[in-house]
């Protein structure tokens, strides 16, 4: 099915074959007011409520991702509002059940980058840039010093965050952060063909392995395998889709999942 949001929204919704297409559209620079971030946050809950999807892209339209968030909404005056809005958008990420695909085709800088920092498959073309430069104004970015670490590790996180400097998507693809540079032309294909592996999954299964690999993190070894087994066995081999995937194995065929 294919479902569509009036145009003229800061935040546009598509699906599509059992993907949501989230696209940023707040020209000129898509910058995240607390509107905006209010707008995906509805978005990405949207997508959520819907059992059937197998991944959420995030993409942008005009020539910056997203050039961060509003400057004046950090004024004392207005940073709770700014930080709330913040808050339900991060949390709202940090809980999706799905893959989160982003592809950007410009500037990821501040809170656009620490959008980006929460992608599961972050794509890049060769004129995307990346930075967190909210050191150079006086602040910190709260998803900088939380998820990047754990993402590129501690020594390179502190560089991007404590130099404030504007970073390449080779570089970023250096550092581990993006999965795969393509010319401008190209990401749009290098997109489908990431979600085309995707959408071969079962949505149930998917939303079983993308939720315990989150709830699993930095748990020790032993107990986090044994608690990923007793959902194996209670769960997973309680569901139709198993059943299905193995005979669709033996029938030499294409699964044909029910979600259930």
Known sequence: GCTRTDAGAPVRYEERDAVAYLTLDAPPLNIL??????????????????????AVVITSAGRAFSAGADV????????????????????????SEVPLVMAVDGAALGAGFELVTMADVLLAS????????EIRLGFFAPV????????????RALEVTCTGRTFT????????????????????????????????????????????????????FEEARRAAERVFLDELMATEDVREGVAAFYEKRRPAWQNR
């Open 33 to 54: 007011t607390a509107a905006v971030m209010g707008d995906l946050t509805a978005a990405l809950e949207r997508a959520q409520a819907d059992r059937s999807l197998k």
């Open 144 to 155: 900088g010093v939380t998820v990047l670490p754990a993402r590129i590790g501690i020594a």
């Open 72 to 95: 004046g909404e950090h004024q004392p005056a207005q940073a709770l509002m700014m930080i709330a809005a913040f808050s339900r958008l991060f949390a709202t990420l940090g809980a």
């Open 126 to 133: 060769e004129r995307a840039t990346f930075g967190q430069p």
């Open 169 to 220: 998507a080779a570089e970023m693809l250096a550092l581990g952060l993006v999965s795969r540079v393509t010319a401008p032309e190209e990401l749009s294909a290098a997109l489908e063909s990431v979600l085309a592996d995707l959408r071969r999954a079962s949505p149930l299964v998917m939303r079983m392995n993308v939720r315990l690999t989150r709830q699993l993190q930095g748990q020790p």
